[in-house]
């Protein structure tokens, strides 16, 4: 099905048929939602940037999977969809926080990110604490034999038998980078439907502004959720599970996951803008 | 400033129950054996292992605390709505959401085994019933507390979210703590007992869990004793933490400067944890040492 | 999470499951209408036996996706199915009688896009990809759209943002107290989401059997109608309410015991308080 003459082996490699296929659907959303809610271009607009953010920011989360609960891959141990919805969502949380606080649009957007960050902050701490304090193991990256921020060596150690363990400092900042990406990203997906919806909702069923709050919030806030959660799954599909951070080659692979979070954010956004439009 | 005052005594409770709800969620959930540590549980009778674990695989613990959280939120909720008293809503919403736990927990385990009947992994009924009841009393107080988290935090701090939402985004949250943290602790310490101490557990060694105890076979309950000494106090701790500092810098801070002082509070706190992780990270390479010479490490 | 799952064949062929499930769905999402025509709220329960439904088509095509190695866990399958269901679903709402089938077909057009950008820009490459991911929106919409019948007495966005209350004997029309104002489609979302997955998920192994499996999603549907039924005492009227609890229990003690049963069938030896079995070389 592919044009592109060289097919790739692994599963790293950029199908760009594909992509270009992504960018005309993206386009065509695009189009649909100017020919149908014109005002709602904008907001649309922005909520791919969340959905992209969301996207990008996942790659930097440093997941381990199962392998990690055992020591035996480095990273947190836990499922890379569902761990960076807890940080975003904890970001979600601040920012809609600040939102009905009444604050500027910027100000909420990065408070949702510096949650997610504190999120993931506080986690990646723990998880080298328990690694080196609980269990006695040092921090061992498996994937390059040094630190590519603080060059220390890493190889050394690895204890035998193992790819590497707990979170080298490089993880960690990925995760608290993925954080602040991921809760960002979050918060402004739903600050965006928000002004949508209590924008057009009173109009659309005849009620007030204030009748409208709490449907417009809960709204927003649900597709919030429902939109991280796609993101963040097609990511952990493009990264197949695990991922150690911005050092692993899998981040390489973050092209074709800020296309694919573009389409689908653009196709989720358009949906859920149109609830009002129709 | 009695606002402020009056905010600062909710943030001080919700960090205290958030501490309890952690350390209760990894509790139930390394006696059940959820998460990432799961799949030993489920590879050693491959691998002609017979054990006594209790394997309850929901989900992962995010989406499965997810589902308790939100449940017991939107129980507490409609009994609100019922014009119940709100913490006997609570209470009640939190004792059907442990229900549908506890039933989840015994189709779990049972359907898992029985797929393993090719390996000859008996299902044990007393394992059924002696677990099942011990890990829904951790998860009846790691429900109460995320739940009362929630409906402070609506009601007291006037957080837009309706409770069901809260519900849904601590539980995650607090999985993701919970999980993050505690694992390792059960699935390398506990699990691996008999492996080097201090050293990840080789792939080679995957399956062969340590399945006898002090006297006579090890059981989930052993597990449960185990992990509550550092894997459930740890991701209390974590969890704690994130909820306490989340509210503490919004509640004390957000007045300033329009929002620019909750983040800039935000990131020194940041800064801080980063401090502290390159410190332990530095201590354990220094105090451990490396396990092989430098010089062969070119591989 | 990363279990080793294989490929097993045999029993009731997906596409009959998947027929099977999305008439009976649309049938019972139609019968809550019932309560437009009757005015009463009577016919609420129907809106669960569409969740049943729904879930039983949606935890196969679970087993048909996942049976390939995803690469992250089972669980995730069960989200990105309900993330993209939620919206559709909400949408369909605003078409008022033809709400259940535009949910359908909306929620079919946004998986198979999903399902392309996974298949194709992600390069997952794998056969049932774009067809799972297809039919689990549809699943994620109509079981939402169940859920919101079940719990509302309807599907419409009026009856979904509306609730009454009532104050000292006066009932009084608010926004708040209803099923999207208060969020209880957040407490859908994940019910469907766990139901879902947790049927393939627990019984996934070299000993997996169709019929175990299909009665566990169905145990697991009438779990989450027990849990929405009891939600539902506070948008509809406590009669409706305890008819679609009571269909909710009786069905899920029978489909509880009847799974045991299959458990028992199918495990190696079902033994109570005793030792480890003896087995050569260990």
Request: proline share 4%; hydrophobic share 55%; with cysteine.
């Amino acid at each position: 099905m592919s044009a592109v003459a060289a097919k790739p082996a692994a599963g790293g490699a950029i199908n760009w048929t594909a992509m270009a296929v992504g960018v005309v659907m993206f386009l065509i959303l695009m189009g649909i939602c100017y020919y149908f809610y014109p005002t709602g271009l904008m907001p649309l607009l922005l909520i791919v940037v969340g959905g992209v953010m969301i996207g990008f920011g996942v790659h930097f989360v440093p997941v381990g999977g199962a392998p990690a609960a055992m020591g035996q891959a480095p990273g947190i141990a836990t499922g890379v969809a569902m761990l960076a919805a807890g940080g975003g969502l904890a970001g979600l949380f601040g920012g809609a926080w600040a939102a009905a606080a009444g604050q500027d649009a910027l100000v909420v957007v990065i408070t949702g990110g510096i949650g997610g960050g504190l999120m993931m902050a506080i986690t990646c701490m723990m998880v080298n604490f328990v690694y080196v304090f609980g269990m006695g193991i040092p921090a061992a990256s498996g994937k390059v034999a040094n630190d590519p921020i603080t060059g220390d060596s890493q190889a050394e150690f690895k204890s035998q038998g193992t790819e590497g363990h707990g979170l080298p400092f490089v993880s960690f900042v990925g995760g608290v980078i993925g954080g602040l990406f991921a809760g960002a990203g979050g918060t402004l997906i739903y600050l965006e439907l928000l002004e949508v919806y209590k924008a057009a909702l009173p109009g659309v069923m005849q009620i007030t502004a204030a009748q409208v709050l709490p449907i417009a919030i809960s709204a927003a806030g649900m597709f919030a959720v429902g939109m991280f959660l796609v993101n963040a799954v097609l990511t952990a599909y493009n990264i197949t599970g695990t991922i150690e951070g911005p050092h692993d080659p899998k981040f390489k692979r973050w092209p074709r996951s800020v296309v694919a979070s573009a389409v689908a954010s653009a196709l989720c956004g358009l949906v859920a803008i149109l609830i009002v439009a129709l | 400033m009695e606002h402020i005052v009056f905010g600062i005594g909710i943030t001080a409770l919700t960090g205290a129950l958030a501490t309890v709800a952690g350390a209760a969620e990894d509790t139930e959930s390394n006696i059940g054996s959820q998460g990432d540590p799961n799949s030993q549980v489920q590879l050693a009778p491959q691998m002609g292992f017979l054990h006594r674990i209790f394997n309850k695989a929901v989900a992962g613990e995010p989406p499965a605390y997810g589902l308790w959280c939100c449940l017991g939120a939107g129980f507490a909720w409609a009994f609100m709505a019922m014009q119940f008293n709100a913490v006997l809503a609570i209470v009640l919403g939190s004792v059907l959401a442990v229900f549908v736990q506890g039933v989840y927990a015994t189709t779990a385990y049972v359907g898992r085994t029985a797929s393993l009947s090719k390996f000859g992994q008996p299902v044990y009924v007393d394992i059924l019933k002696s677990m099942t009841t011990v890990t829904m009393a951790h998860a009846f107080i790691a429900i109460f507390a995320t739940v009362t988290i929630c409906y402070l935090i609506n009601t007291a701090l006037g957080h837009p979210f309706p409770l069901p939402l809260l519900g849904l985004i601590w539980g995650i949250a607090l999985g993701a703590a919970g999980s993050a943290t505690g694992n390792p602790y059960y699935g390398k310490e506990r699990q691996y007992q008999n492996q080097k101490f201090g050293a990840g557990v080789p792939i080679s060694a995957s399956g062969n869990i340590v399945r006898y105890a002090e006297a006579g076979e090890r059981n989930s309950l052993d597990n449960g004793w185990f992990t509550a000494k550092i894997g459930g106090s740890a991701s209390g701790i974590c969890f704690g933490l994130i909820v306490f500092l989340e509210l503490w810098r919004t509640i004390l801070f957000e007045q300033i400067a329009a929002g620019w002082g909750a983040i800039v509070v935000g990131v020194l706190i940041i800064l801080v944890f980063t401090v502290i992780d390159r410190y332990i990270e530095v201590w354990a390479r220094k105090n451990y040492g490396p396990y092989t010479e430098a010089k062969e490490a070119s591989s | 999470m990363t279990v080793k799952v294989e490929v097993i064949e045999g029993g009731i062929p997906h596409n009959k499951i998947m027929i099977a499930g999305i008439v009976s769905t649309l049938v019972c999402l139609y019968l809550t209408y019932l309560n437009v025509l009757t005015s009463t709220e009577m016919f609420s329960f129907f809106g669960g036996l569409a969740v049943i439904a729904a879930l039983i088509w949606g935890s196969h095509t679970i087993k048909v996706l996942c049976s390939y190695g995803i690469g992250t866990g089972v669980p995730s399958a069960g989200m990105i199915a309900f993330g993209s269901g939620v919206i559709a679903m909400l949408l369909a709402t605003k078409f008022g009688f033809y709400a259940p089938i535009v949910a359908a077909v909306l929620a079919a057009v946004i998986g198979f896009i999903l399902g392309y950008v996974s298949n194709n820009i992600l390069n997952m490459k794998i056969p049932a990809m774009v067809q799972s991911l297809t039919e689990m929106a549809v699943v994620g919409a109509l079981t939402l759209m169940g859920f919101a019948a079940l719990i509302t007495g309807g599907f419409t966005f009026a009856g979904l943002t509306t609730g009454h209350v009532t104050v000292m004997g006066m009932t009084l029309l608010t926004h708040e107290q209803s099923f999207l104002g208060g969020c209880l489609i957040a407490v859908a979302f994940l019910l469907g989401a766990i139901a879902i997955q947790h049927p393939f998920n627990a019984c996934l192994g070299p000993g997996w059997q169709q019929d175990r499996m299909l009665m566990l999603t169905a145990e697991c549907g009438f779990l989450s109608m027990i849990a929405a039924a009891i939600m539902s005492f506070a948008l509809i009227s406590t009669g409706s309410a305890i008819i679609s609890l009571l269909i909710a229990i009786i069905g899920w003690v029978y489909t509880y015991k009847e799974y045991m049963v299959l458990s028992k069938r199918d495990a190696a030896a079902w033994l109570d308080a005793k030792p480890i079995p003896e087995v050569e070389g260990h």
